[in-house]
């Protein structure tokens, strides 16, 4: 049976959860224009996986209207009772770029008990490109969960702001290898003769792929 903007319509105002479902991931096959319209109201069910499937999908149907997009975001993000909602909400405004959104989502982090969100709105930054996000970044360095201060290592180097470089030097000797990849990888993006230099200590790091990284990285500058 052939999907059809009729069809997926009728699965999403189903009062079974198993066709909403359904409906909601079938969106994917409908013109982005169509399935835009109809994500609109899967984004309000009553059903947090429903919410969260149709939220997730605006990073690719959301261009196609940036203001309301921002509106039905941002009332996720900032009433939806699921944090998994919430987050989702606070990936597809970094891959939107929707920059007005940027208050909002510095409030929730400061403000939200939970770490998947934190986690979302501080990876997110990086895509989001906001200068004003160095600052935010700087705080989640110093969060208890490395998950954050992983994230904010990578959203650091996606900003490219020069400025990040000291505030990852101390990362760059970190216990955890995976914290010190990331400052490999963020300190390639950013450059600048201060990167270099911990690149070339870090080319001598014990653990292989970190060294690899940095040497490759050193190659290209």
Not at 147 to 176: C, F, H, K, M, R
Request: charged letters at 25%.
């Amino acid at each position: 049976m052939s999907v059809t903007p009729e069809s997926v319509k009728e699965l999403l105002s189903s009062e079974n959860l198993g066709d909403r479902l359904r409906g909601v991931n079938q969106i994917r096959e409908l013109e982005p224009v169509i399935g835009f319209e109809l994500i609109q109201s899967a984004i309000g069910d009553s059903n947090s996986r429903v919410r969260y499937s149709a939220v997730s999908q605006f990073d690719t149907l959301g261009n196609q209207n940036l203001d309301l997009s921002l509106e039905l975001l941002r009332d996720r993000l900032l009433n939806d009772s699921e944090a998994d909602v919430q987050a989702a909400a606070a990936d597809c405004l970094g891959a939107l770029k929707l920059h007005a959104a940027f208050d909002d989502l510095q409030r929730v982090y400061q403000t939200t008990n939970e770490w998947l969100i934190q986690f979302s709105i501080i990876a997110t930054l990086g895509e989001l490109g906001d200068p004003r996000g160095i600052d935010l970044l700087k705080e989640a360095l110093t969060s208890e969960n490395e998950l954050v201060q992983t994230a904010a290592i990578s959203s650091l180097g996606e900003l490219g702001d020069i400025q990040a470089v000291p505030l990852l030097v101390p990362y760059a000797t970190n216990p955890d290898w995976q914290i010190r990849y990331r400052v490999v990888q963020a300190l390639t993006h950013l450059g600048g003769a201060e990167a270099k230099s911990i690149l070339e200590t870090m080319a001598n790091d014990e653990v292989e792929a970190i060294a690899s990284e940095a040497q490759k990285a050193l190659r290209s500058v």
